[in-house]
């Protein structure tokens, strides 16, 4: 079976090309042939970097390279800002293409908001109508999407919850950053931008020191491009002057993954402290290396955290604070909360996992004739 990847690619720093490796790695590791095309900058065996963000023709850039790999299916990662302007219009045009020759198309929706915007929900109607199966990541985005969409197009949503990687947490990472390895790390990590609400942690965090004084803030990250410079600023100016300035360590640059998995290592409990999110990567990664979470009360918190016991769920400052508090002065809470996530990962939502159900999904949609004869599917 030969699955060809519309995608988000790296190096390029992105979550949806993040994903995109290790969902595309975990399917090679099962035996399944798959080609990707992507944006221009990413690299790597069976890559084609085909189009860029800004391109008028980039449906039909993409159509034409991955045509040339005859898939028996086509899986596109969809965000909004990847398939150029007007909120990422050509990818109806790409989808419509693969329609028209026959070959299935899967449609993964990375965003879906619990209220969707007018502009989302045009998108997203003409993507269900002509996608042969659609995946999102969590039950409310698809409870979100019936509420718009026709029934026979909310049939055809599927639930596969992102993945996370089996991993251990790197030995002495403090002391690979050159953070004080004497003190407990409160970590907020990501690209900064105000929907994060990393400014909330600022705010708390000379509370927090009066309540656990042996603690350091740590905040990891950048802005992407010019994206969002102004709030970067506000978090920065907020971070001087605050009155635990040196117990506050920022960590700019690049993140690589090795460089990313270091930094959470080091952390005792990170903080998501989100207004609003879809799904989230960085949780994933959280959960994958067992550090305990405080987050905030949205729908995929929610779900994910407070499902399954791995964190402690948010409403007010007050409530951070503590929930921050406890986990760092509660060693067998902070173990139990670990634990936790760490089944989590093993039983439901490993790569490997995630993986099948899609190589199931896949085999389900491929066009294979109805013929009285033994069909053997080779690779």
Sequence with gaps: ????????????????????????????????????????????????????????????????????????????????????????????????????????????????????????????ESIAANSDRVIVHEAYQKEALANVLRKEETDKILVIPH?????????????????PEDKKVILIIGYFRPSKNFEL??????????????????????????????????????????PNKDQIFILRGQLPQETFDTILSASDVVVLPYKITSQSGILAHCLAFGKPVVTSDTEVMKDIIGGHNAGIICETKEDYIEGICKILSDPELAKRISENARAYVRNEISWSHIADRHIELYRSIMDIPKIDSHIILVE
């Design 201 to 242: 942690i600022v705010d708390i965090f000379p509370e927090i020191t009066r309540r656990y004084p042996d603690v350091i803030l740590v905040v990891a990250g950048k802005i992407r491009g010019t994206e969002h410079r102004g709030y970067r600023n506000m978090l920065f100016s907020k971070i001087a002057q605050s």
């Design 163 to 179: 993945g996370a990687r089996d991993v251990t947490p790197i030995p002495n990472a403090k002391r690979i950053l050159g953070l």
């Design 1 to 124: 079976m030969r699955v060809g990847f519309i995608t988000s690619f790296p190096p390029i720093e992105c979550g949806i090309a993040t994903y995109s490796q290790y969902l595309t790695t975990a399917l090679k590791e099962k035996g399944t042939d798959v080609y990707v095309v992507c944006h221009k900058g990413g690299s790597g065996e069976k890559v084609f970097p085909a189009f860029d963000y800004e391109d008028g023709d980039i449906a039909e850039k993409a159509f034409q390279m991955m045509t040339r790999f005859t898939p028996d299916v086509v899986h596109i990662q969809h965000e909004f800002g990847l398939f150029g302007r007007h909120f990422g219009v050509s990818v109806l045009p790409l989808i419509t293409q693969f329609r028209l020759v026959r070959i299935p198309v899967i449609t993964t929706l990375h965003t879906v908001y619990q209220e969707i915007p007018r502009e989302h929900r045009i998108i997203m």
